[in-house]
């Protein structure tokens, strides 16, 4: 997959993830497992980049005597994943045209 069109698609579900509640870096791991491996580093870095971009906010709060990061997203993060649906389905357009050339054969 190209690198751009997966480090948007992570973004969003990053954003996806913290969408209902304020999470936290394993819980997010966590929550997206069953739909894609992601490794602390990467998610660590997309929350950097996310959060540069007022995206997301956020906020450390003790928890079990440790500091914890806690993710809030913005309403301009909302808008991200408003935008992204939309632009999804552009997507899964261009997906069917290419596969329709599979049903040729």
């Not at 540069?52 to 990061?69: C, I, M, P, Q």
Request: hydrophobic share 35%; with cysteine; charged share 30%.
């Amino acid at each position: 997959m190209d690198a751009q069109l997966k480090r948007g698609l992570l973004e969003v579900c990053v954003l996806a993830a913290i969408k209902n509640a304020d999470s936290y870096g394993y819980k997010i791991i966590k929550d997206l497992k069953p739909y894609i491996e992601l490794s602390e580093s990467t998610l660590y870095t997309i929350l950097k980049r996310l959060e540069n971009a007022k995206l997301l906010t956020v906020r450390s709060a003790e928890h079990d005597g440790r500091l914890r990061k806690y993710y809030h997203i913005t309403q301009k993060g909302l808008q991200r994943i408003d935008a992204f649906k939309t632009e999804w389905k552009e997507v899964i357009s261009l997906y069917q045209f290419v596969i329709k050339e599979d049903s040729y054969e």
